[in-house]
């Protein structure tokens, strides 16, 4: 028995099972079909896992840079990067990183339900980074496994409905109303801007940059994939 129960522990301590487990009930809870639940499972287990291995090979190729930009420049520092951080979590943090996804998006649908901030946050990705930042956090700060989880959980529900609430007022004169709101690590960020804008609006109506002209030839800028990897080449040359 005790074996049986090691190998459970073992398997259901893995990161990507504890998501793949996430995906099954709310499929599940949908009333989707068993085909589709076996599907989004698997591919929601298997889409972490290429996570994993992506963030890996950031990692990869960011601390060589790194390196060569402290012995050109003579300085020390780190290179700020989500997936180089989700990648160092996952390999310490993974456990509690997943189940604070999971427990913090229970407490911000309690919050929801029971507050005034109406806000669900689905932008999944970022809930995921948030929950690997308060895994990390709480983590080194030297809180045990299960405080980590309970306190991670309750920080992310409360983050999930406090964030776009700061930037609702900029987002209902955009949008007109309060069908859609924004889920967005740079919520803090993105109210501040807000508030200078309105603080320095001009009299009348200007030009949104969206109505700029921008040159065909130059279209493939607008691909963040290209543009990301051509300005590293360039900053690796310049290093």
Sequence with gaps: ??????????????????????????????????????????RTMVGFLVLSAGAGVV?????????????????????????AIVAQVLMDYGSAAALIFFFGMIVNILLAATTRFKY??????????????????????GFSQWQVILWGSIAQGIYMVVSPALVQPFMRRVT????????????AGIAFG???????????????TEEMNFPKGL????????IVALSMAVIYIIV
């Design 176 to 187: 007109g109303g309060d069908t859609v709101a924004l889920g967005h690590t740079g919520g």
């Design 59 to 83: 990692v990869g190729s960011l601390d060589p840079f790194g390196e060569m930009f402290q012995y050109a420049f003579n300085v020390q520092g780190v290179v700020p990067n989500n997936e």
């Design 194 to 208: 807000g508030l200078i804008a309105w603080l320095t609006r001009g009299k009348g109506s200007s030009k949104s």
């Design 120 to 141: 669900v946050y689905l932008s999944g990705h970022v809930s995921f980074y948030i929950a690997a930042m308060f895994a990390v956090i709480l983590g080194v700060a």
């Design 219 to 226: 279209s493939f800028l607008r691909d963040t994939t290209v």
């Design 1 to 42: 028995m005790d074996a049986v129960l090691d190998v459970l522990l073992d398997i259901f301590t893995q990161p990507s099972i504890i998501v793949a487990l996430i995906a099954l009930v709310g499929l599940a809870v949908q009333n989707k079909s068993f085909s589709d639940v076996l599907k989004g499972t698997i």
